[in-house]
Nanobody, 120 residues
Framework: QVQLVESGGGLVQAGGSLRLSCAAS????????MGWYRQAPGKQRELVAG???????MYGDSVKGRFTVSRDNAKNTVYLQMNSLKPEDTAVYYC??????????????WGQGTQVTVSS
């Protein structure tokens, strides 16, 4: 079983910064990719950023140049540095480890979500 602990969400003014963390624990051999998704009220969940075990990254168009994703493979932890935050970044942010290899095989997981609120 894999446990995910997300942290770092909160309330910030427009133009400010936040750093999200997501730590995966359990009998994990390897995590292929770790991503961040977000979902605002009334909207579909969307990709924010993702990073592979080799360090390749991808970003949603709306966050390019403002957000940076990174990971610590030894700690099975992914980070999301969010700068120049805008009110439209307000959403619940979900950690999404993909192709997690454990003693029971490969699986994807979702975190419980952390609220990010950006005030204007």
């Amino acid at each position: 079983q894999v446990q995910l602990v997300e942290s770092g969400g909160g309330l910030v003014q427009a133009g400010g910064s936040l750093r999200l963390s997501c730590a995966a624990s359990g009998s994990i051999f390897r995590i292929y990719a770790m991503g961040w998704y977000r979902q605002a009220p009334g909207k579909q969940r969307e990709l924010v950023a993702g990073i592979t075990s080799g360090g390749s990254t991808m970003y949603g168009d709306s966050v390019k140049g403002r957000f940076t994703v990174s990971r610590d493979n030894a700690k099975n932890t992914v980070y999301l540095q969010m700068n120049s935050l805008k009110p439209e970044d307000t959403a619940v942010y979900y950690c999404h480890p993909q192709r997690v290899w454990t003693s029971t095989g490969w699986a994807d997981y979702w975190g419980q979500g952390t609220q990010v609120t950006v005030s204007s």
